[in-house]
Each structure stands twice: as C-alpha cells, then as structure tokens.
C-alpha cells in the first residue's frame, strides 16, 4: 500500500514539474525579448501578423508619414523568414555585391515585399508585418528604462516617379495604451536622400539602405511597464506597378540586436608601388567599412587621404618614402566596431635594389660584393582545424606542419592569425631538411565565423554557434526533470526502506 502511495507521490511530482517547465518556457520567452519571436529564430513568422494591400500612390507630398498610405484591398503575401545562415554571410542579390549582407543576428532575419513588381506578376504590391506585446519589469535595462532595439534596412528601385508614386520602406513603433508614436521612419526612393546608396557606381536605379539600427530607451512617461507597444514594418512597390521595394528587419527586443559588425579586408589594387611613388591611388576591397576612421599600410607608407565609396570599397591616396623598406605590408583598417588586417596585402619595391648589374658599352668588372651563404628556410607548409562547429568558449586546436628545406639548422617565430588578427606566436627549431608540427588552441565567446592562417596557410574557419534562448529553455528544463527524477527515486527508496 504504501509503495502504492509513493508510486502516486512520485507521478504527482513529475506532473508538476512538467508543469513548472511548461511555465517556465513560456515566462522565459517572455522575457529574453520584448517581443515574441522578434529575432525569427524560429524560422518563422509565428508571433508576427502579415497582411498585404496593393499600393496606388501616396497622398499628399513629403516628408511623408503613416496617414500618408492608403491601403486597397488585394495584393499578396510576398515576405518569408531567411536562414539559416551565420550573421551577414548572405548578400542581398540587388544591393551589389556584399553591400548589405544578412541576417543582421543570429541565424534568421524576415524579408518584407520582395519581388514586388509586375515583372513578377505582383505590380503594386505591399506587405505589412506587425506585432503588439505588452512590456514587463524584464524589459528594464540598469538604468531602470524600458530599452526597445531593432534593425532594418531597405532596397528599392528607383523608376524617377513623383514622390507618392515611388516605392517606400516604412518602419514605425507606438504606445497603443498612451497613444503616442514612439518612432517612424519613412522612405521613398529618393537618391538624393543620403540614407540611399546606389547598388552601382554608374547608376541610381537600385538604390539600398546599410543596416539601421533603432536603440533607444524610453522614460515611464514615454512607455512605462504593463503598456502595450506595437511594432509596423511595411515595404511597397511603385504605384505604377513596374517597379519594386523591400524590407529587412531582425533583432526586435529589449535587448541590443548582435554585436556590432567587424571590418574585413579582401584585397588591394594595385599590389605593388615603388619607394618614392607619391601621390599613389589604391583601392581597399572588404566588408563592413561603413564610418571607417583610418586606414594605415605600415612603415614608410603615409595615407594622406581615403574615401568611403561604399561598405565595400575604400579609395586611398598614399605617398611611399623614398627610403621606405622593400618588402610586404600589411593593409587595415579600422571602424568603430574593430579593425581589420590583411598580410603581405601590399609590396613596397626599391628599384635599386631590385636592378641587375649596371649596362655599358664596355665590359663589366665582376661584382665585388660578398657572395650568398646558405640561409635557414623555415615554412608552414599546410595547417588545419581540430572542428569547424564549436559552441562559446570551446577550443579548437589548430595544427600547422612546419619544414626547414634549407640545408642548415634554422628557427622561426610561427604566428596563427584569426581573423587577421595575432592570435598567438609560438617558436620552432628544426635540423636541416626536417619537418615537425605545432599545435595551438584558439577559441571564442561571441557566435560567428572565425578565419584562421598560421603565417600565410590558411587553416580553415570554424564557427561559434549561439545558445539560443530555445537552447537555454531545453537546458533549463531537462535539468529540472532530472532533479525531480531523482527527487522521486530518493522519496521512493525511503518510503520502501520503511515500509
């Protein structure tokens, strides 16, 4: 009878802690952001409400603003949640090249009214994404303010329509409970508008937006806990149907959407200048160069101007020293989110002691300088990575095979770079005609993609997963069934012991 009783004990205890983790998955949700769902990490659009209406112009004449839209019934839903794929390694297909890069954060982001156009059978076409939630205390930051952050950004073609007839990007957030507008942005197409950039350098007629990111925190009297706030993000084609607009927003919450995007250095054009060369023009390709603040090539090499063209080309004016050390440099640049290097990215060449023996018309004296000795040559030949998928602080053993193909003893400093940064430097010695390996352990706390060279070899790349706030539920949840698990078993084995 009584192991009956326990029996019934121990499943009224694991009822409840179902229960308890059913709750907790729930609050938890809840709280990690303001708003259900506004990362997409799902893969969806739950939590989200889409609608469509076709878009026949604009009222009035800019600036414009909500009450400027009208909205006709008809259209078609035409936004989708992308992924999954590491933050900004996707490239927008009409912004050119890797100007605007996504998903913000994260693995997924929402794309808003692509294909808009009647070119693919949805002329005047406009979606509309919208969600309310009620604020909680969880949504205070340490300031004791509610903080709302979010990014979006737009693309657009720009067919030269009067203002209310172009496409437009709309995003806007209110206080439904005070009935207050807390944000809103409006934009047609407008190259004039330095918001837009131009997806070519010879044209205006794809025009794109670099993320925007909205971070602000918001008094009691603007939004205070327990009022309901409402988020709206809207794209539409032309109204006159032939031309499209659309929208991509990720990260709304209460807390501040990823880490701010690191610069990437991918070449320079040219490679190779002459020590005295100045004035010198060149070019910076890479990633992310948005409000860059220097740019430096190294020793003897001054940058007397750069210009921004894009986020993905800097144009630089320099002045090699006529004294200047031949040999490589190392290119970067730097942003306010970090700074970027690129090795050997740039050759300085000293024509004089690059030049062969002196030409005349008589003959030439033999060379009276001291002939070459033999010179240790210590290389890594190749390199490589334990994993290529690691969670947060996780480490991952790089291996780089080293050989000495001179035939005297030799050592070398071996450098293993992340992300064109030095990691770390370790030494080696190596008899003649010998090879040996080292190994190195790197990791990292922030997900993404980290490249990884030892000297020149590249190893690979490996990335760092988030722990999604899914992840940290099931976590939270498995170990609380397991407590309560062996809770039970306890309470059982005691209660036989004294039956």
Known sequence: MKIKESTRNLSRLLIVALLVVGMLMV??????A????????????????????????????????????????????LTAVLGPAPARSLSDPNAGGDNLTYPYEGQYCARINFESSSAFGHGRNANSLLQQSVTTAADKQGDGKIHVQFAWAGVAENPGHSANQQPYVF??????????????????????????????????????????????AFTPQELAVGDTVQIECIAAGCSQSGHWGYLYVDGFGSIPPGPCPKPTVISVTP???????????????????????????????????????????????????????????????????????????????????????????????APSWPLPVSMANLQVKSASLSATTVSPNTPVTVTADIANN?????????????????????????NSSSASQLTFNVSRSEPGTYKVYVDGAPAGSFTVEAITANDAILIVSVAFLAIAFVCGLIMLRRRQQHG
């Not at 942005?185 to 990111?213: C, E, G, H, M, V």
């Not at 004035?279 to 020793?299: H, Y």
Request: aromatic share 8%; charged share 15%; proline share 5%.
């Open 171 to 216: 995003v806007s957030m209110k206080n439904i409970t005070k009935g207050t507008l807390l944000y809103e942005k409006f934009y047609f197409s407008d190259p004039t508008n330095p918001i837009w950039k131009s997806a070519s350098p010879t044209s205006t007629s794809i025009l794109y937006t670099d993320w925007q990111i909205m971070n602000q």
């Open 271 to 365: 490679t190779t200048s002459e020590t005295g060369d100045c004035p010198m023009t060149i070019t910076i390709k890479g990633r992310e160069f948005t409000d860059a603040q220097s740019v430096n090539l190294g020793k003897g090499i001054t940058v007397k101007s750069f210009t921004v063209d894009s986020a993905t080309q800097i144009t630089a004016i320099i002045c090699v020293a006529p004294n200047a050390v031949d040999g490589y440099r190392t290119v970067t640049v730097a942003t306010p989110c970090g700074s970027a290097t690129k090795l050997k990215a740039f050759t300085v060449v000293d024509p004089l002691l690059n030049a062969g023996p002196p030409r005349g018309s008589g003959s030439v004296a």
């Open 406 to 430: 001179s035939t005297v003893n030799g050592n070398k400093m071996v450098t293993v770079y992340v992300n064109g940064e030095i990691e770390t430097t370790q030494g080696v010695t190596l």
């Open 27 to 32: 609050f938890t949700s809840s709280v990690l």
């Open 34 to 77: 303001l708003f259900t769902n506004g990362d997409f990490e799902t893969g969806t659009l739950a939590g989200w409400t889409l609608t469509h209406y076709i878009n026949n112009g604009l009222t009035g004449s800019p600036p414009f603003t909500e009450a400027n839209i009208v909205r006709t019934a008809g259209g078609t839903d």
